[in-house]
C-alpha cells in the first residue's frame, strides 16, 4: 500500500489523508515515511476506514476485497472517495468480445490491505455503529447543501426540527472531525463569536454569514426528510424535477451527451446560483464552453436556467425558493423597475418581459431579480 501512496500522491496529498484518517504527522517528514505511517496506521486499525467512509463506498470496497483485491466488473462502482483516497486503484478499459466493443471497468487495492480487511469487512458493512453514522452523516450532509452556510446552533435546531430529536453538539463535531464526505465539502469558522459551517467554494464565508443574517425577513425554510436526503444524493436536486430535467436535456444537446461535460457545467450553474452570481456572469461562463448558435439557443438557455433557479432553494433564500417567494409576495412593476435601473442589457431585457406579464399569477420571475 505504501508504494502506491507513494507513487501516486503529492506530499500535500499524503498531509491530506493523514489529516483524513487523523494520523499524527508532521509537515517536516517526508513522503517515504509519511506512505509508511498511513499504511501502518490503516493496517493496523482498519476500523478507521468504516469510521471515515460513507457506506455506499464501504460496500463497494468489500466487492473488490471479496473478489481477492482485484474486481473486473461490466458496471461502475460508487468509489469516488476510495479513489480519491488512493484506497482503490481503477483503470477502465475496452475489450472486445465476439467481434463487439464492451466497457469494463477494474478495481484493484493493495494486496496487504486486502488480506487485513478480508476477515473484518463484513463486520464493518453491517455494524449498526457505523450505520448509525452513515445516516447521520448523509442527512447532515443533505441539510448543509440546502441551507449553505450556517451556525452550529441553527444547525442542530433545523436538525431537531426535522427529524424531532436533538443532536448532540459532541456528535456533529465528531461527525465533522471523522466523515471524510462532510470534510471535502464543509468547513467549520468562527464568525461573530459562533462556530459556523461554510462549503468550501466560499472565499469569503464572513461576509456570506452577514449576508444571510440580514434576511431577517424570512425563517429557515423546513423540508421534510425524504427532500433533505435527496439534497445528500446530489446537491443539484430542484423542487421542480422538470426543471432541472429541461436544463439536463439542453446541455446534453449542446455537448453531444458528453456525461462530464454535463456535470461540470451543471455543477457551475449550481454554484453560480448558490453564491448570488448574476445572469450574464454565468452565461458567459457557459458561453465560453458551449457557445450558443444562434439568439433562439441563448434564449432557451435563459429560460431553463431561470426555471431550475426558481425552483432550488438558495442558500442566500435561507432554503426558500424564488418561486415560493414569489407566490407569497409577487414582485410589482416598482421593484422590477428599481432594478432594471442597474441591470445589463439581458436582465433588463428579461425584466421587461416579466413586467409584460406581472399580472398574471402563475408567472414565475428569474432570481436575477431577487436581492
Given at each position: 500500500?505504501?508504494h ?8 500535500d ?40 467512509l ?20 461490466k ?26 466493443p ?5 478495481y ?26 452513515d ?30 430529536k ?6 456533529l ?82 455537448n453531444n ?11 457551475l ?16 461562463k ?86
Amino acid at each position: 500500500m505504501s508504494h502506491i501512496l507513494l507513487n501516486l500522491c503529492s506530499k500535500d496529498d499524503l498531509l491530506d489523508l493523514c489529516e483524513d484518517y487523523q494520523i499524527a504527522c508532521s509537515k517536516s517528514m517526508n513522503k517515504t515515511d509519511l506512505s509508511n505511517r498511513i499504511e501502518a496506521t490503516l493496517l493496523a486499525y482498519p476500523e478507521i476506514l468504516a469510521r471515515s467512509l460513507p457506506l455506499s463506498d464501504l460496500q463497494a470496497l468489500k466487492k473488490i476485497v471479496d473478489a481477492g483485491g482485484v474486481l473486473q466488473s461490466k458496471e461502475p462502482l460508487l468509489t469516488v472517495i476510495l479513489e480519491e483516497q488512493m484506497l482503490v486503484v481503477s483503470p477502465a478499459e475496452s475489450t472486445a468480445k465476439g467481434g463487439k466493443p464492451e466497457r469494463v471497468f477494474w478495481y484493484a487495492i493493495a494486496k496487504n490491505l486486502q488480506l487485513v480487511l478480508k476477515p473484518i469487512i463484513q463486520k464493518m458493512v453491517v455494524d449498526p455503529k457505523y450505520k448509525v453514522m452513515d445516516k447521520n452523516e448523509h442527512l447532515l450532509l443533505g441539510l448543509l447543501r440546502l441551507y449553505g452556510l450556517i451556525s452550529e446552533p441553527t444547525l442542530r435546531e433545523l436538525w431537531e426540527k426535522t427529524t424531532k430529536k436533538p443532536l448532540d453538539p459532541y456528535d456533529l463535531i465528531q461527525l465533522f472531525r471523522t466523515r471524510i464526505a462532510l470534510k471535502q465539502e464543509f468547513t467549520p469558522f468562527y464568525t461573530d463569536n459562533k462556530l459556523c459551517f461554510a462549503p468550501i467554494i466560499l472565499d469569503f464565508p464572513s461576509e456570506y454569514y452577514e449576508a444571510i443574517k440580514k434576511r431577517s425577513d424570512l425563517e429557515y425554510a423546513l423540508y421534510p426528510v425524504d427532500v433533505i436526503l435527496s439534497f445528500a444524493d446530489s446537491p443539484f436536486f430542484s423542487n421542480n424535477q422538470t426543471a432541472l430535467l429541461s436544463l439536463i436535456q439542453w446541455l446534453n444537446a449542446k455537448n453531444n451527451v458528453d456525461d462530464m461535460q454535463v456535470a461540470f457545467q451543471l455543477g457551475l450553474i449550481w454554484e453560480s446560483i448558490q453564491t448570488g452570481e448574476k445572469m450574464t456572469e454565468l452565461l458567459k461562463k457557459i458561453q465560453e464552453i458551449s457557445p450558443c448558435d444562434s439568439s433562439q439557443e441563448l434564449s432557451e438557455l435563459m429560460q431553463c436556467l431561470s426555471d431550475y433557479s426558481n425552483y432550488t432553494p438558495h442558500w442566500l433564500l435561507k432554503g426558500h425558493t424564488p418561486s415560493d417567494l414569489y407566490a407569497k409576495k409577487p414582485l410589482t412593476c416598482k421593484t422590477l423597475i428599481s432594478v432594471m435601473l442597474d441591470a445589463t442589457i439581458p436582465v433588463l431585457a428579461e425584466a421587461v418581459r416579466s413586467i409584460r406579464n406581472v399580472a398574471e399569477p402563475t408567472k414565475k420571475v428569474g432570481f436575477t431579480f431577487f436581492e
